[in-house]
Structure formats: structure tokens, C-alpha cells
């Protein structure tokens, strides 16, 4: 962190003239590697929290209607490809995925620990119950048990229920804007409207809003700063071409640019 150099080296400038500006400048120095040394390690534990967190409760959720499909198994896999795991980190996504279906498995103090290096950030927390949401809902369904779980743990995670259903609809619109054959076009309007946080009752100009606000806090590298694993970079990119297909179907039934 040059900035924090320059100023320790003002600071011996200003206290003991050209000897105290390098003293200052060395000082600067070693607290500019302290710094961003306790920065990286603060991510890497971010980092690897959700990986563990992501998993175990993957398994919680998908055992929570009773059964684990082999299509949430399949997805919870495919993932493995996706986040670009190692051997190493493969074989420890699938402890945490079974330690997660366990019927003593404390969802709470799974969900607090990754609240707590997650340290609030909205988007963040999003993506990652947006991933959880893409195993459950992989046999094209997302059960009652499992949504009132997801609830249940947004809720721990300080985020409203209508995040969870506003996660749900996205999914839902970026679903249909790829089948022709899924929902009736109303119902796949009123999910693109609501993933972006929307009535039908919106301005075009609300519509351009909301939908830049969204672009914007779910941009990759922003994530990344906040403690998203690089890994993730393809989840993310995934979830911003979800909010680009709702808001194409707004577009286009509203008829504007």
C-alpha cells in the first residue's frame, strides 16, 4: 500500500528530517505488508468458509424433503468442474456435503460461522444461497421443505424471505427465457419482474435503475474483493447472464432499448 509509505515517511520528514524520512519510509513499509498480508489471509478464510459452508448445507437442503436426488447429487458434482476444485478440495466438498445430511448436522452454527467472516455483504451472501438454490431445484423443483429451509437460513444470514423468492424467480425467468416450453409467458413476466425487485406497475426508468444496480453489485470482481473464491468467478458470471435474460424479457414486452 504505497499510500501508507508516503505518509509514514511525511510523518519522519516532519519528526527527524532526511533520517527520520527513511525510518519512516521502512516503518511504512513493514506495516504496508502487515496490512495486506492480514487482508489476504482475512480472504482466504472467507474463501474457504463458503466452500465449506456452500457444501454442508447443500447436503442439509437437499435432504431436507426426505430424499437426495441423483439430480442433486449431479449438480452438486458439476459443480465441482465449475469451481475448478482440486483433488484435495473435491474430497473435502464431499465431507462437508455429508456431514450436511447428517440428522445431528447444526445448521445454525454452520450458517453463523459464515455469516460472521462474510462480514454482511448482501451480494455475496446472495450467490451463495443462489448456488444452493441451483442443486435443490435441479429436478425441476424446488419442495416446500427445501424453500422453507432456505428461508430459514437467508433469514440467519439477515437477509428477507423475499430475497429467497426473488433468487427463486430469477431462476425461474432465466429458466423460461431458455424454453420456449416452460411457463405461460405472464408467469415468466412476473418472475422477471420480480428477480429484479419489480411490479409490473414500474417505469422504465425504475426498470433501468434496478436493473443497473443489480449489474452492478453482482459484477465479479467486486464479489471477488468481497471474499469470493476466484473459482466462483463462473457462478457469478452465471448468476449477472440470469439478470441480463429477466431484464430482456421486460425489455421486450415493454417494448423499449
Known amino acids: 500500500m504505497p499510500i501508507v509509505i508516503f505518509f509514514c515517511a ?16 521502512v516503518i511504512g513499509y513493514i506495516l504496508s505488508n502487515v496490512t495486506g498480508t492480514v487482508q489476504r489471509q482475512g480472504l482466504q478464510l472467507i474463501q474457504s468458509q463458503f466452500l465449506d459452508t456452500s457444501f454442508a448445507l447443500m447436503g442439509a437442503l437437499s435432504k431436507a424433503d426426505g430424499v437426495v436426488t441423483q439430480d442433486e447429487i449431479r449438480v452438486t458434482e458439476q459443480l465441482f468442474a465449475k469451481l475448478r476444485l482440486s483433488p484435495e478440495q473435491q474430497d473435502a466438498a464431499k465431507r462437508a456435503f455429508t456431514r450436511g445430511k ?19 455483504s448482501g451480494a455475496l451472501l446472495q450467490l451463495f444461497l443462489q448456488m444452493q438454490l441451483s442443486v435443490v431445484s435441479a429436478d425441476g423443483q424446488v419442495h416446500p421443505a427445501e424453500h422453507a429451509m432456505l428461508v430459514r437460513i437467508a433469514r440467519r444470514l439477515g437477509l428477507a424471505e423475499a430475497v429467497v423468492a426473488r433468487l427463486e424467480a430469477l431462476l425461474r425467468a432465466a429458466a423460461a427465457g431458455a424454453a420456449p416450453s416452460g411457463p405461460a409467458p405472464a408467469q415468466r413476466l412476473d418472475d422477471a419482474y420480480l428477480a429484479l425487485g419489480l411490479s409490473r406497475q414500474a ?47 421486460i425489455k421486450k414486452a415493454r417494448g423499449f432499448a
Open 102 to 120: 447428517a440428522p445431528d448436522f447444526d445448521l445454525e452454527a454452520c450458517v453463523d460461522e459464515f455469516a460472521r467472516v462474510a462480514r454482511g
Open 10 to 25: 511525511l510523518a519522519g520528514l516532519w519528526l527527524g528530517g532526511t533520517v527520520g524520512l527513511v525510518i519512516g519510509a
Open 203 to 249: 417505469s422504465e426508468a425504475e426498470i433501468k435503475r434496478a436493473y443497473r444496480k443489480l449489474m452492478a453489485e453482482n459484477h465479479p470482481d467486486k464479489l471477488a474483493a468481497k471474499g469470493m473464491p476466484e473459482s466462483m468467478r463462473a457462478i457469478a458470471e452465471e448468476r449477472a447472464r440470469e439478470i441480463n435474460v429477466a431484464y430482456d424479457l
